[in-house]
């Protein structure tokens, strides 16, 4: 069993990437291999729409054909069994390294295929299980974007490509070591050391859970 766990935050040393951590020690105590990403500091865009991925000729091949940093991430991830992106939430959205990532890695899977039923061929001939984590510094009650419906979205695709996709929300999270410094004033820092000390400890044993999960057979 092989699992790759991406942190799509800018920090190595964050929420996000502490989650990530803690999905990562929950399948390597289950026997598995894990491959772990910062994806910031990998050199890449987005989809560049060249099509070559759907080309008749490249019909069979799920792999985005654009050579970058990003290409050996995308090899790990096909030739896994279970796929972790953990991201942070900016403006009711994930990160803009999160966005290019499964751009590449969804279109080149994708097709313009469909089977009798209406539905699109995926490339992918085996299910790959997909998880993706959320963080947040707003509380749920706070979410009026309808943030887990708008990510939702993306959910739907990497189940219609990969088979299978789960999600963590981490809400309320501690964004500043020390909120003095900075101009705020929508957050009490009591509150969210309170939500450090209750709320995220228990995000990091859903994240263990998850990964214990995602690495069973």
């Not at 803009?96 to 539905?119: H, M, P």
């Not at 990497?158 to 705020?184: H, R, V």
Request: negative net charge.
């Amino acid at each position: 069993m092989n699992v790759v766990v991406i942190n799509a935050s800018p920090r190595k040393k964050g929420n996000t990437a502490e989650l990530c951590q803690n999905v990562v020690e929950g399948a390597k105590d289950n026997g598995a291999d894990v491959d772990y990403i910062d994806l910031y500091t990998y050199d890449f865009k987005g989809c560049m729409s060249c099509f070559a991925c759907h080309l008749k000729k490249n019909s069979e091949n799920p792999l985005c054909f654009w050579k970058d940093d990003l290409k050996e991430v995308l090899q790990l991830c096909l030739d896994a069994d279970a796929i972790v992106i953990g991201t942070p939430i900016y403006y009711g959205s994930i990160s803009s390294s999160a966005q290019a990532f499964l751009e590449r890695l969804l279109f080149a899977a994708d097709t313009y295929v469909l089977d009798e039923d209406g539905n699109r061929v995926s490339k992918i001939k085996r299910q790959i299980k997909t998880a993706m984590i959320y963080t947040m510094n707003v509380t749920k009650e706070m979410d009026y974007f309808n943030g887990e419906d708008q990510l939702a979205i993306m959910r739907g695709y990497l189940t219609a490509i990969f088979g299978e996709c789960e999600s963590l929300y981490a809400y309320d999270t501690k964004q500043f070591k020390k909120y003095a410094p900075y101009l705020n004033n929508m957050f009490d820092p009591e509150l969210k050391e309170e939500s450090k000390k209750t709320q995220f400890p228990k995000d990091c044993a859903k994240a263990y859970e998850l990964g214990q999960r995602l690495s069973g057979e």
